[in-house]
Structure formats: C-alpha cells, structure tokens
C-alpha cells in the first residue's frame, strides 16, 4: 500500500474512491459495448471465441483478449492489426494483450502505435 505525503485533509475519501472505481467499471463496460457494436460480423465472432474486457489503468485502454484453445489464439493473433484500428477509435492510448490457453505460453502486452499494418506482418 503506498502512503501519501500528502495530510489526510488532501486525500479522497474512501466513498470518493469507491465510486470512482464504480465510474471507471461501467466507463469500461460501455466501451466494451460500443466497440462490439463498431465491429465487423466477423470481429464479432473472434471476440466471441475468448474471454474479452476492457481495463482502464493509468489513463490508458487496454483490451485483453483470453483465448480457450490455440486455434481461437491462432485467429486472434492474426487479427490484432484490425483490433490496433478499431481501438484507435476509443482512445490515442491503447493496449492490447492476448493472453493463449494455460500454460500454453506467454501473453502478449502490444501498444496500438507498435503494430504493424496488416499488409506489413512477417509470414510465419
């Protein structure tokens, strides 16, 4: 737990600080929301393949991506040029992390400005 310098006086309150975690879920699941909307029928079924939600820390979106099975992770790798652009709708600054099956490796954590165009990815 981090200890202010700051008095007491200056602090939020423990109400302040609850409701603004309670502002920042429902910001997070009406993001959610609009960007399901914003996408393409097969987006829609990509997203439907894992485990998907939005987080908000420190000022930056992160969508985060858990995937059930290889096949589904395959799909979503493929695929994270086309979230990077639709995520550039929400917000400038933007994550994205694709986490495969357990103990099937490592998630990948990439910034939206790091990722390459559809037309630029290495062929594996």
């Not at 202010?4 to 920042?24: A, G, K, M, W, Y």
């Not at 910001?27 to 987006?43: H, P």
Request: hydrophobic content about 40%; glycine content about 2%.
């Amino acid at each position: 737990m981090n200890k202010s310098c700051l008095p007491p006086d200056d602090l939020p309150s423990n109400q302040t600080i609850r409701v603004s975690e309670l502002l920042f879920r429902q910001l997070e699941e009406a993001i959610k929301k609009s960007f399901f909307l914003a996408c393409d029928n097969v987006t829609r079924m990509l997203l439907c393949s894992c485990h998907w939600y939005f987080q908000i820390n420190s000022g930056i979106l992160i969508l985060i991506m858990v995937c059930h099975d290889m096949q589904s992770y395959r799909n979503i790798m493929k695929s994270v040029p086309h979230f990077a652009e639709k995520l550039k709708q929400f917000s400038n600054r933007a994550r994205i992390t694709v986490s495969s099956p357990i103990d099937k490796g490592m998630p990948w954590v990439l910034s939206i400005d790091n990722i390459l165009p559809d037309g630029d990815l290495p062929i594996t």
